[in-house]
């Protein structure tokens, strides 16, 4: 559903969304921005949007990604965490199915609902929090 502030403030709107990921039956949260000028009835959903927010878990423990178009037109998906703690190593904390993330990369409902509203408002992720690319090249058919 779209964000409309007439019903509660955005950032509270992201909150209660997060917050509702219980990793069964609401195990993901995603936001983007809608093509511009395009009713929210007359999107096409076939068509990913390059440029979002996503998150996977429960609102005790989610992991956050976003994904990016670059300067050089490449669009890159990364994971955010906390700065300050050690990414060494394979993931270890798993989150939903077989995803596995570091412990740095591990948020609350709260927390996350910050970081969610400044890039609904900015499009970037704030600051001090950390970008580790997600390289899906292995992934990709050739």
């Not at 390059?50 to 989610?62: C, D, E, N, V």
């Not at 670059?70 to 190593?89: F, I, L």
């Not at 600051?127 to 058919?141: G, I, M, Q, T, V």
Request: net charge negative; charged share 25%; glycine share 8%.
């Amino acid at each position: 559903m779209y964000l409309v502030d007439s019903i509660r403030p955005y950032r509270d709107q992201i909150r209660h969304g997060l917050g509702l990921l219980d990793g069964n039956k609401y195990w993901s949260y995603s936001l983007w921005k809608a093509p511009e000028g395009v009713a929210f009835d007359d999107i096409d959903f076939s068509t990913p949007e390059p440029r979002f927010m996503q998150s996977a878990g429960t609102g005790t423990a989610l992991a956050i990604e976003v994904r990016f178009v670059e300067a050089d037109g490449a669009e890159r998906q990364y994971c955010v965490g906390h700065p300050g703690t050690d990414y060494s190593g394979e993931p270890s904390v798993p989150i939903f199915n077989e995803v596995k993330i570091y412990p740095g990369e591990v948020f609350d409902a709260d927390e996350a609902a910050d970081i969610y509203y400044q890039y609904f408002l900015t499009g970037r992720v704030p600051e001090p929090y950390l970008l580790r690319w997600l390289d899906f090249s292995a992934y990709e058919d050739n």
